[in-house]
C-alpha cells in the first residue's frame, strides 16, 4: 500500500533511518542534500527523490514540499545548518513540536523547561567567579560536542575562557555515567513511550588517550545501552514529566521522538544535563533491527525512524495528520 | 494457541523480558509488583495480571499463585527483595534450580561451587593481613556492585576495612576485561547453550570520572558483546561443568538460565570471579531482538525471556514440567 | 531449494556465522577443524560435514573439497593458522581476492596499498631513531594486537625494541577513537556497501586496569558501534577507494568483505591504520540478527555471513561464480 504523504528530510543525521523506514511504510521519500553528499544519497533507491540544495536555501523549497504534499522530519543537523530561525519557520508541516526549536536555541530556555518539568539538573553557574569546579564549559547549538572543554579548578577554567566564546554555560560537572534515552510522545497513542538508550562515542575520551592529549567530546558515533529495568520507571516519569512541560510552555503538544540526555551517578540518581527536542542520532544504533524496548509497545522490534513512519501511517488513516503535525 | 499454565515473576530486573516473551509464547502473565513500580508495569498489556505486594509478603501470594498454575521465574531482584531464605521456600514451582539460592547466599559456598566445577577463579584471601594487594573487596548478596572498593596496597585495604561490614570477601583483583556469559540449560535438550554475553555499565568507573573521583560499580545498565569465537569452544566448557557441578552438589538438574562472570586477561585467560544461578540482567541487550549467539541453537534470534518461554512450552506440550521445575 | 554448492570455511574466527548463513541459505557447509575444537564445532547441527585436520595440512583437502564443489571463505584465523604462503596456495576456489594475502604479509606492502587508494593513514617511521613518539609498535601477521606496544618516549621505545622481534613497524600513535569499519564488495551488484562498524574489546586495554598494569592490546571481543551518518560518505568513498586500489594493483577484483581499521580525532578526520582483505571478527556482532547498515541497501537486515552466503547464491544462479571466487 502507498500514501499519497511524502516524507522529507535533510541528509544527515538519521535520514538514511527515517528515509527507510518511510518507504518501507508505503510513503514516498524525499531527501533534501546539499551538493557535499548528494552522490552518497543517491545510492539509496528507498530515496525516490533528492533535491540537492544549499542549507541557506532551503527555505525556498517549501512551496514544492507543500505541493507534494510533505510532512517534514526536522533532525538536529537541519537545525544546525539552517540556524534554528530559519528551522523554525520552514512552512512544511513538520512532524514534530517546532515550538521547541526556539526553546532549544538558548541553553538558559532550555535548562529551565527541564527545571519546569521537576527533571533534576546540574547546578549552572552563571560565571566563572561564582563556579565550583570540576565544570564542563559549553557552547550553545547542537554541534555534537565540539569545543566543550572540562576545568578541574578555577585558574584553568579562567584561562580557557578568556580564548572562548561569550555565549558559554558553565555546568556542574557530573560524575557519573552518561545515558542518552529516547522516547517517543505519540499523540495518537496519547503516551510516551520509553524507546532506547545509547552513549555517545566521543574522540577523543572514549579512545586510548593514554595521557597524550587532553580530554575532548567530538561525538563521533553511538553505541547501545539497556537501563537496569530498576531506573526504567523513573525514566518513564522524566519523559512524561517533559512533554507535559513542553505542552504547558508551549501550548503545543509533544509529538514524536525526543531525548533526555543524562548523567547516572553511583547512587543511582539521574541528573539530566540537556535534551533534544527530536529524533538523535543515538537512535541509529538501533537502525532496521529495532531497539530492544520497542517491543514493549509493539509486536516487533522497531526503529525510531519505523516508530516515526507508524505513527504518520495511523495518522493518514485516521485522516488526523494534523494531530501529528506542527 | 493459549496455554494453561501462567508465567510470572516479580516486577524488576528482567520481568519486561520474561513477560513479554512468556505472552508472545502463548501464556498467561502475571507480575507481582512492590507499590511504588505498580503503575508502570500496568502499562504494558503482555502483563495479564499485576498483584501488588510488599515483598517481605510475597509467601502469602503461593497459595493463589499454585492454584493458577503459575510457574515462577526467579532472578536476582527477587532473591536481593525477599532474602535468600524468602526466595528459596517459596512455594511456587520454579522455573531454575531452586537449590543454587542458598549457595549463592554465602561467597563461600559460591566460590567453592566454582572451584568444585574446575573453573580458575581468582585468588580470595582470607584476612587484610594475608592479602596480596591490589584486591577487590566485596559484600554479600546481589546488590549490583554497590560499596565495592579496591585496594592497591595493605594501608588503604586496613583503613577502608574498618569501615566495611563484617561479611566482605578479599579477592585478588583481576586485571583484564569483564565479561558476564549468558547460558541456558535445557533439561529438554540435554544441553547447555551458550547464549550470548554483555558489558555492565557501572557509574562511576565507565563514566568520565577524570579524576574527579574514586572508582564505583554501581551498575547501571548493560552494553551488548561478542567474544572470540576461538573463546567459545572453553567458555562452553566451562558453562557445561558449572551445570555438572551444580548436579554433583545439589543433586538437582541445573534448569534454565545462568551466568558466569569473567575476567579475560591480556593471554587470554579467562578466569570467573562470580556467578548468578539465574537470569542476569545483561540480557536485557538482547530483549525483543535476539542475541547473536542464539541462532546457533535456533533458527531465528531469540531473547533469554523467549528462551525461557520456549522450554516451558515444550514441557507443557510434552507434559514433563517436572523436568523443568523445582 | 538447497544448492549443489558447498560452502566450507576453518572452524574459527568467523566460522559460526558464515556456516550459519551458508545452510540458512540452502548451501551445503563444511567446516575444517584442528582437533582441539571439533568436538565444540560438532554441537551445530548447521554444519553439516566436520574435517578434522592439522592446519599445516591443510592443502592436503583440496582435492576433496574441489571435488565436493567447495567455495572456501578464507579467513583471518585461516591465514593466521595456515601461514600466509600455504592459505594463498591453498587450491580451493576463494570466496575473495586471493592476491591480497600476500599484500597483507608484510606491513609495507599494507600500508603502501592503502596509500596508493589515497587514504589517510597514520606516519610511519623506519627506526626508533626517526620515530617521533608517540608511536604504537606492531609485529607483524594477524594475532590479534597481541604483544603491541605504545612508547611514549624515545628512551621507551629504544628500551622496549631491544626485546622484540626484528620485523616491527613503527608507527605514528594517533589520539582518537577506534573504529572498525565493515564493507562488502559485491561483483554482482557492482558496488562496495557499507555495512556495519565495531569496537574491539582488548585486554587490558578496556578493562579496569586502574593503574595496575601497562596497557595491552589483546582483542577478546568485539563490540557493536554506529558512526555520524555524516561521516558515512566519507567512509564510502574511502571503501570504494580502496577496492578500487587492490584492482589496479593485484588486477583482480576487490570480492565480499573488508575492513578499514581507522582511528577518528576530534576533528573527525578520519585515518585508516590497518586494513583486513577479508571477514574480520567484527562482525560477529551482528551474527543472526544483522546489522544496521545492512537495511540500505536490502530488505531486512542481514549478518556479513548471509550477505556472503547471498552474494554466492546470486552468483550460481546466474552460472557466474567465477566472478566471485579467486
Given at each position: 500500500?502507498?500514501?499519497?504523504?511524502?516524507?522529507?528530510?535533510?541528509?544527515?543525521?538519521?535520514?538514511?533511518?527515517?528515509?527507510k523506514a518511510a518507504k518501507k511504510a508505503g510513503f514516498r521519500?524525499?531527501?533534501?542534500?546539499?551538493?557535499?553528499?548528494?552522490?552518497?544519497?543517491?545510492?539509496?533507491?528507498?530515496?525516490?527523490?533528492?533535491?540537492?540544495?544549499?542549507?541557506?536555501?532551503?527555505d525556498?523549497?517549501?512551496?514544492?514540499?507543500?505541493?507534494?504534499?510533505?510532512?517534514?522530519?526536522?533532525?538536529?543537523s537541519f537545525v544546525e545548518y539552517c540556524g534554528?530561525?530559519?528551522?523554525?519557520s520552514f512552512e512544511v508541516p513538520f512532524f514534530g513540536t517546532r515550538g521547541l526549536i526556539a526553546v532549544e536555541a538558548f541553553q538558559e530556555s532550555k535548562m529551565?523547561?527541564?527545571?519546569?518539568?521537576?527533571?533534576?539538573?546540574?547546578?549552572?553557574?552563571?560565571?566563572?567567579?561564582?563556579?565550583?569546579?570540576?565544570?564542563?564549559?559549553?557552547?550553545?547549538?547542537?554541534?555534537?560536542?565540539?569545543?566543550?572543554?572540562?576545568?578541574?579548578?578555577?585558574?584553568?577554567?579562567?584561562?580557557?575562557?578568556?580564548?572562548?566564546?561569550k555565549n558559554v554555560i558553565i555546568q556542574q560537572y557530573l560524575v557519573g555515567v552518561p545515558a542518552y534515552i529516547h522516547y517517543f510522545a505519540s499523540p495518537l497513542e496519547n503516551r510516551v513511550e520509553l524507546f532506547g538508550a545509547?552513549?555517545?562515542?566521543?574522540?577523543?575520551?572514549?579512545?586510548?588517550?593514554?595521557?597524550?592529549?587532553?580530554?575532548?567530546f567530538t561525538v563521533v558515533g553511538n553505541r547501545p545501552l539497556v537501563l537496569r529495568e530498576s531506573l526504567l520507571p523513573l525514566l518513564t516519569e522524566y519523559g512524561e514529566a517533559f512533554a507535559n512541560a513542553v505542552e504547558r510552555k508551549l501550548?503545543?503538544?509533544?509529538?514524536?521522538?525526543?531525548c533526555l540526555e543524562a548523567i547516572i551517578d553511583e547512587e543511582m540518581k539521574v541528573r539530566v544535563f540537556e535534551f533534544s527536542g527530536?529524533?538523535?542520532?543515538?537512535t541509529n544504533v538501533y537502525m532496521g533491527v529495532g531497539s530492544p524496548y520497542s517491543v514493549l509497545y509493539f509486536d516487533r522490534p522497531m526503529d525510531m525512524g519505523e516508530r516515526i513512519a507508524l505513527e504518520i501511517k495511523k495518522a493518514v488513516e485516521r485522516n488526523a495528520l494534523e494531530m501529528v503535525t506542527t
Open positions: 500500500m502507498t500514501y499519497e504523504v511524502c516524507i522529507a528530510t535533510m541528509a544527515s543525521h538519521t535520514a538514511l533511518q527515517i528515509l521519500t524525499t531527501a533534501i542534500a546539499t551538493p557535499r553528499v548528494e552522490s552518497f544519497y543517491r545510492r539509496f533507491s528507498f530515496i525516490d527523490k533528492l533535491i540537492p540544495t544549499q542549507p541557506d536555501e532551503i525556498k523549497l517549501a512551496p514544492q514540499l507543500v505541493e507534494e504534499n510533505t510532512v517534514f522530519v526536522p533532525h538536529g534554528p530561525r530559519k528551522a523554525e529551565q523547561l527541564l527545571r519546569e518539568a521537576g527533571i533534576p539538573t546540574p547546578e549552572e553557574y552563571e560565571s566563572a567567579e561564582t563556579a565550583k569546579p570540576p565544570v564542563i564549559v559549553k557552547f550553545g547549538g547542537a554541534k555534537g560536542g565540539r569545543g566543550y572543554f572540562i576545568a578541574s579548578d578555577r585558574k584553568t577554567l579562567l584561562e580557557r575562557l578568556a580564548n572562548a566564546p545509547d552513549i555517545r562515542y566521543e574522540s577523543n575520551i572514549d579512545g586510548r588517550v593514554l595521557g597524550f592529549a587532553e580530554p575532548s501550548g503545543q503538544r509533544m509529538i514524536g521522538p525526543f527530536r529524533i538523535v542520532a543515538g
